[in-house]
């Protein structure tokens, strides 16, 4: 899977297994140079995301953020409020998010 995105992300990879799912991510690094590698791991899932959302620093006010980016702000937005969530953010980006049945 990363070998076949590898163009469209030329500063690093990453790849994410867990049982019955698996995500990888190449990366352009945009924002968030040094923290911002993916796929990124929550306290109960996991997100490989591509974009920008705009609103990012008011969504992620009241989180305690371990990066500087909108990627982190969106899973912590999905693990606490489920999918409805993304219509609050605002900007152009997709995703995909792996939260495991408990």
Do not use: K
């Not at 190449?26 to 923290?35: C, E, S």
């Not at 306290?43 to 953020?65: C, K, M, P, Q, T």
């Amino acid at each position: 899977m990363a070998g076949a995105l590898r163009h469209r992300g030329p500063d690093g990879w990453g790849l994410a297994l867990d049982e019955g799912a698996g995500l990888a991510t190449t990366r352009l690094a945009m924002v968030g140079i040094d923290d911002g590698w993916q796929p990124l791991r929550g306290e109960r899932s996991v997100i490989a995301y591509n974009g920008e959302v705009y609103n990012h620093v008011e969504l992620g006010a009241g989180f305690d953020l371990r990066t500087h980016t909108d990627t982190e702000v969106v899973l912590r937005l999905l693990e606490r409020e489920g999918p409805h969530a993304l219509h609050r953010c605002n900007g152009q980006f997709a995703l995909a998010w792996w939260e495991p049945a408990e």
